[in-house]
T-cell receptor
Framework: KNEVEQSPQNLTAQEGEFITINCSYSVGISALHWLQQHPGGGIVSLFMLSSGKKKHGRLIATINIQEKHSSLHITASHPRDSAVYICAVSGSRLTFGEGTQLTVNP | EAGVTQFPSHSVIEKGQTVTLRCDPISGHDNLYWYRRVMGKEIKFLLHFVKESKQDESGMPNNRFLAERTGGTYSTLKVQPAELEDSGVYFC???????????????FGPGTRLLVL
């Protein structure tokens, strides 16, 4: 069992839908990161958070330290949001989830 | 400002050959990390440099992998001899080093796709 589990593995949505990707972890952490990887592209850091909630545009990330759980929400999804979203936790090093492949259809 | 760059973008080699991957971090970043993603699996940590020193190399799979960061600027990761299971995408990332590494955003390069035949 991975130390960082993401769900769902794959997600298909229609443009405009509200999307939620979940991340659970089983280790102590200093911070949790949400990353985005576009097809053929590199990895971009979206959020780093250690408590509460952060918002950037249509993206919202929340974390519940007691429950060891984080969610990434995308409001009013758009086809350009199609990518792999990766949750990673930092302790002495980054430990990654397997990622969630999101496809948003027009 | 240029981001993290990696070279080559792709490499196809035969089992037993040697391959050297290069990473140029963002200028001024003290922390440099190597990661690997094997197909179907999650990204895994390989090692962490602080300037030219290896801070943590516990993720290196075996002694066929050698990483260097001479002068604390760019880094190389050499695989010698390459095996089939070394195929995957090798990512490099860097962070500034003003805070403890676990509290800093890491900036990732585009990755090197290595295929060992």
């Amino acid at each position: 069992k991975n130390e960082v589990e993401q769900s769902p593995q794959n997600l298909t949505a229609q443009e405009g839908e509200f999307i939620t990707i979940n991340c659970s972890y089983s280790v102590g952490i200093s911070a949790l990161h949400w990353l985005q990887q576009h097809p053929g592209g590199g990895i971009v850091s979206l959020f780093m958070l250690s408590s509460g909630k952060k918002k950037h545009g249509r993206l919202i990330a929340t974390i519940n330290i007691q429950e060891k759980h984080s969610s990434l929400h995308i409001t009013a999804s758009h086809p350009r949001d199609s990518a792999v979203y990766i949750c990673a936790v930092s302790g002495s090093r980054l430990t990654f989830g397997e990622g969630t492949q999101l496809t948003v259809n027009p | 400002e240029a981001g993290v760059t990696q070279f080559p973008s792709h490499s196809v080699i035969e089992k037993g050959q040697t391959v050297t991957l290069r990473c140029d971090p963002i200028s001024g970043h003290d922390n440099l990390y190597w990661y690997r993603r094997v197909m179907g699996k999650e990204i895994k940590f390989l090692l962490h440099f602080v300037k030219e020193s290896k801070q943590d190399e516990s993720g290196m799979p075996n002694n066929r992998f050698l990483a260097e960061r001479t002068g604390g600027t760019y880094s190389t990761l050499k695989v010698q001899p390459a095996e089939l299971e070394d195929s995957g995408v090798y990512f490099c990332a860097s962070s500034q080093g003003d805070y403890t590494p676990d509290q800093e955003t890491q900036y990732f390069g585009p990755g090197t796709r290595l295929l060992v035949l």
